[in-house]
């Protein structure tokens, strides 16, 4: 089935797999392959060179094997995907010569942290609030900005956050991150972060992980709705996405079983009577912005 919808969205992890299992990025049985995104109008995907805590020793060696899987692959893809490249987890970014080498392999967005605190900034999960940005961290920051490499918060403690807002010139986003006040978690954003984002000019991606949606067991389309309400109603219209995180979760809302489904959300949006030119831009117009800016 086709669908008449063009789509932006900001964070997969199929990378992992073409890389760990030898997927084809063009079809497989995981949650984005090429195929699928081809049935919408147009379709842009990043995708995220995820470092594993496992791989700590030899972060920069897994950063570039996922950048090498990602351009051994994306040129299979058709005419109406783009694909972009990022990095989630600072741990192979040693030096600024270093993220200067990503760059110019590709990478156009980076999220500085995983769950967990590293050598640039402290993760969503650090207990120790006091624990931000630190000075190598800053210097990352002010590199990123000068070569146009955006900064994806969406991993990042809440120090770490107000600590790069301080300091940035470019609009930030996170690429795949919800609304604390529908749903707590430390993963999630509180009204004040997206108040900063929005400043900024920046976008957040709505993840459509369960966990980060809902407190209930149940969970459909209309979580994901309740928190693109959320940010709309803080004014955010120009500043919300979708970030879905397929690949990178272990179960989806009832009804999303992959990228075939993301035109649902579209759909039941506009059931709701948010007008298309609303639709537009929380599909892709938003954070086809924000990338066009650097």
């Not at 991150?177 to 920046?202: A, M, W």
């Not at 959320?230 to 955010?236: A, I, P």
């Amino acid at each position: 089935m086709e669908h008449n919808y063009s789509v932006f969205d900001a964070h997969c992890d199929t990378l992992c797999f073409a890389l760990d299992d030898g997927k084809s990025l063009y079809c497989n049985d995981c949650h984005i392959d090429f195929e699928r995104l081809s049935r919408c109008r147009k379709y842009t995907q990043v995708f995220a060179c995820f470092i594993d805590p496992v791989y700590k020793s030899c972060a920069a060696e897994r950063t570039l094997d996922l950048i090498d899987a990602y351009h051994s692959q994306k040129d299979a893809a058709p005419e109406n995907v783009k694909t972009v490249l990022s990095i989630e987890g600072g741990e192979g970014i040693y030096s600024l010569a270093a993220l200067r080498n990503y760059y110019r392999l590709g990478v156009r967005i980076a999220a500085l942290t995983w769950n967990f605190t590293n050598h640039i900034a402290a993760g969503a999960l650090e207990k120790d609030e006091n624990k931000g940005l630190t000075e190598f961290g800053k210097s990352v920051v002010k590199e990123m900005n000068r070569i146009g490499m955006l900064i994806d918060v969406s991993h990042l403690n809440r120090k770490s956050f107000f600590d790069i807002a301080q300091i940035t010139d470019m609009p930030l986003i996170a690429t795949h991150s919800c609304s604390d006040y529908i749903c707590s978690h430390p993963r999630n954003l509180t009204d004040e972060q997206f108040e900063v984002i929005k400043n900024t000019g920046g976008c957040v991606g709505i993840n459509f992980y369960p966990e980060f949606l809902t407190r209930s067991a149940e969970c459909t389309v209309d979580d994901i709705v309740r928190h693109i309400d959320r940010f709309m109603e803080l004014g955010g219209e120009n500043n919300i996405g979708i970030g879905a995180d397929f690949d990178g979760v272990d179960r989806l809302p009832d009804g999303i079983n992959g990228a075939q489904d993301t035109y649902k959300l579209f759909e039941r949006l506009a059931r709701l009577g948010y007008s298309d030119g609303a639709i537009e831009k929380i599909s892709h117009k938003n954070f086809e912005r924000v990338l066009e800016s650097l």
